[in-house]
T-cell receptor, first 118, second 111 residues
C-alpha cells in the first residue's frame, strides 16, 4: 500500500456504540492529522500529532479520542456520538519536524471514512 | 478569527478556457498557501503550494500570491472536463501545523 490509508471507508453506528477509525501512512512522515468535513462547511482540523506527541486539539468534544502509538498509525476512538457528528473524517500526514519546529509542510490526505450516526 | 474566504461558485467555464479561482485570507501572519482539488466523494488532492509573492507555474496550473492584498489565486489554463471539481484554498500560519481551509469553489468545465 502507498500513501495514506484509512479504514473503514464507511461506518454506520448508533449513538451508544463505540468504534474506532484507523489511519496508516506509508510516506515516512512524522506528523499526522484528523480532520472533519461536513456538508457546506470548511474542513475542520481536529487533532495534530508530531512525533507521536499531540500538538493541537481544536476544542474537540471528548467523545472523540485520538491515539497515536507510532508515527505511522493514528486512531480516532468514537463513543456516544451524536447525529451531527455524521461527516467525512479525513486523516492526513506531513513530514513533521523534530524539536517541535514547524516547516512549510504539505499535507497528504487519506481517502476518508464516511461516518453516519443514527 | 482566522478565515479563508472563497466564492463557493459554481464557476462554469467552457473547455479550453482559463479558469480563475480566488481566495482571500484574514490573518497577515499566514505564510504558506495551498490549493487542493477535491472530486465529489473523494479526499483532497494537492495541486499547488506557494510561499512567496508572485507566480508559480506547474503545467496548466499557475498559483499567484499577493501578501500585501492577502490574496491568492489559482489559474487553470486549457481547462478540461476532468478539472471539474471543488478547489480548496488553505492557509498555514507561521509556526503552526494548522491549515485553515476555505469552503471551496466548485468548478464546472463544460465540454
Amino acid at each position: 500500500e502507498t500513501g495514506v490509508t484509512q479504514t473503514p471507508r464507511h461506518l454506520v453506528m448508533g449513538m451508544t456504540n463505540k468504534k474506532s477509525l484507523k489511519c496508516e501512512q506509508h510516506l515516512g512522515h512524522n506528523a499526522m492529522y484528523w480532520y472533519k468535513q461536513s456538508a457546506k462547511k470548511p474542513l475542520e482540523l481536529m487533532f495534530v500529532y508530531n512525533f507521536k506527541e499531540q500538538t493541537e486539539n481544536n476544542s474537540v468534544p471528548s467523545r472523540f479520542s485520538p491515539e497515536c502509538p507510532n508515527s505511522s498509525h493514528l486512531f480516532l476512538h468514537l463513543h456516544t456520538l451524536q447525529p451531527e457528528d455524521s461527516a467525512l473524517y479525513l486523516c492526513a500526514s506531513s513530514p513533521g519536524l523534530s524539536g517541535g519546529g514547524v516547516a512549510q509542510e504539505t499535507q497528504y490526505f487519506g481517502p476518508g471514512t464516511r461516518l453516519l450516526v443514527l | 478569527q482566522k478565515e479563508v474566504e472563497q466564492n463557493s461558485g459554481p464557476l462554469s467555464v467552457p473547455e479550453g478556457a482559463i479558469a480563475s479561482l480566488n481566495c482571500t485570507y484574514s490573518d497577515r501572519v499566514s505564510q504558506s498557501f495551498f490549493w487542493y482539488r477535491q472530486y465529489s466523494g473523494k479526499s483532497p488532492e494537492l495541486i499547488m503550494s506557494i510561499y512567496s509573492n508572485g507566480d508559480k507555474e506547474d503545467g496548466r496550473f499557475t498559483a499567484q500570491l499577493n501578501k500585501a492584498s492577502q490574496y491568492v489565486s489559482l489559474l487553470i489554463r486549457d481547462s478540461q472536463p476532468s478539472d471539474s471539481a471543488t478547489y480548496l484554498c488553505a492557509a498555514q500560519l507561521a509556526g503552526s501545523y494548522q491549515l485553515t481551509f476555505g469552503k471551496g469553489t466548485k468548478l464546472s468545465v463544460i465540454p
